[in-house]
């Protein structure tokens, strides 16, 4: 096995042992971007010489046998929505095209004190809206598993590094379903943590009561180390919680005998690709085998939940978009006076999903609209909250699919909106209800595109979810499968 | 229909957002249909329930009225599309 096909727990232990060296990992990993990524297309900027050097300076602290971060030397991408110092940020919009951020993200600051090596930046749906990534201003993403498919979004060029061999493992943000939806698609695992639990100081906001960091990776013990690293309350961010942080490699233990897992009726719904059910129904039995209890749940107000979404979120959304205004920074378009450079400037800073939302969310939020649309969101969100508080109180985590079909094709859902909105009908409640959800390989459908299952969990309770993702991957083999490219 | 074409201009107007009449056009089009979706919200009676605006139980984070950061007006200059020594350059505001 070549060393960009490895994990990160898989290459820790041979950089330790000084049997590789962090540069030779790096190298392996451009020349395999080198090799696909004309195909595939996973990012928008590449930072070769920087990450050589990031790398040489773990090898020497490696030498000098300070190897004590597992992320030591590793080599890390990130979606391009994460403030990094110097090097080129975008969002994939136009309006931040010429964008060099100041100063690194909490995230990005973290895994740099880690010493993990940054390999480049992932494309993206502009500004984390999307459910393919089509939406980027620059680039067309496609799945490994598939060049005609689309690898999810909006974090599909991580998704697709990450399954690609591009990079050892990275880094994406999860507002519906971001983070686990393009990890199903692309047959990976991605965590999205509980609202608060990483930093959102230096991401670029699309709907900050929702917005969350999260990792993306191999495997569930490549998502624990990463999460231990980026976890933690930040003074810069005031909703990050200052709640204690576990060791989450610890709880990769194997004892789930006799957790209670709950199997939501509202998720396996008619319309949904039979092969998705038969092998999500599949996991649940595997993991009946391993030890658990599968119980009957209920969150009867799942089918509101895309409704709420995209009002909530749009109307987020519409406020946080308003700093685009071609004063500070950013695309400014020629115009004869202000009023016209603000407008210029925004109908051509912005691609037509984002005008959509803005559109959508300025409406929702306007005089005469507000109690219909924003503030009825906001009581269904409550109820859908409850929902999920009831069924915790009858089990440990909730297992459902990640999404109701497998990647679609290229160009497929572009025209109509609301189909693609649809994509996130699993993932969407997690976010509204602030829980963390995690998404892991289950088995493939006729067409050999990759089927993911999520595990929902309790506020804060990232663990039980690890632990049981770790227990069902060592049972089965559909995380190590490979894409051939 | 749920919304019109001129609703549309009037919050394009308070997006600060200049579509052209094909852009208008398919945005009519497409919030109606948007809008449609959300309609399944009505039924559902919400007289009793809270709002919730947030997820998680936060506090409110205080912290100290000091400044913490270094002023750097050189790299944020170096971001803004117009400017002069350590002032942003930014079109006619009073007439």
Redesign the interface.
Known sequence: MTLHELTIHELGARLKQREISSVELTESVFARIAATDERVGSYVTLCRENALEEARRADAQLKAGDGASPLLGIPIALKDIFLTKNIRTTCCSKILG???P?YDGTAVAKLKNAGAVLVGKTNMDEFAMGSSTENSAFAVTRNPWNLERVPGGSSGGSAAAVAADQCIAALGTDTGGSIRQPAACCGIVGLKP???RVSRYGVIAFAS?LDQVGPMAKDTTDCALLLQAIAGHD?AD??S?PALVPEYAQSLDGKVKGMRLGLPQEYFISGMQPEVEKAVKDAVRQLEKNGTEIVEVSLP?T??A???Y??IATAEA?SNL?RY????????AP?K??TE????T??EG?G?EV??R???G??AL?AGYYDA?Y?????????I?RDFDEAFKRCDAIVTPTAPTTAFKIGEKTAD??QM?LSDIFTISVN????PGLSLPCGFDGEGMPIGMQIIGR?FDEATMLKIARVYEQSTQWHKKKPRI | MKITREEVKRVALLARLELSAEEEDRLTEQLDKILQYMETLDGLDTAKVEPLAHAVDVVNAFREDRVTNEPQPEALLANAPDGEKTFLKVPKIIE
């Open positions: 010429n964008f060099v100041p509980t609202y608060g009561s003074p005031s909703t919680v107000h089918e509101y895309v409704a709420v995209y009002i519409s308003a205004d071609g004063m500070k920074y950013g695309f400014r115009a006076d202000l450079t603000y407008f210029k925004r109908e912005f037509p005008k959509r803005i559109m959508l300025t409406y306007s649309y503030l009825k969101a906001q009581k269904v969100r409550a109820l909250k909106p609301l909105y509204l209800a602030g829980l506020q």
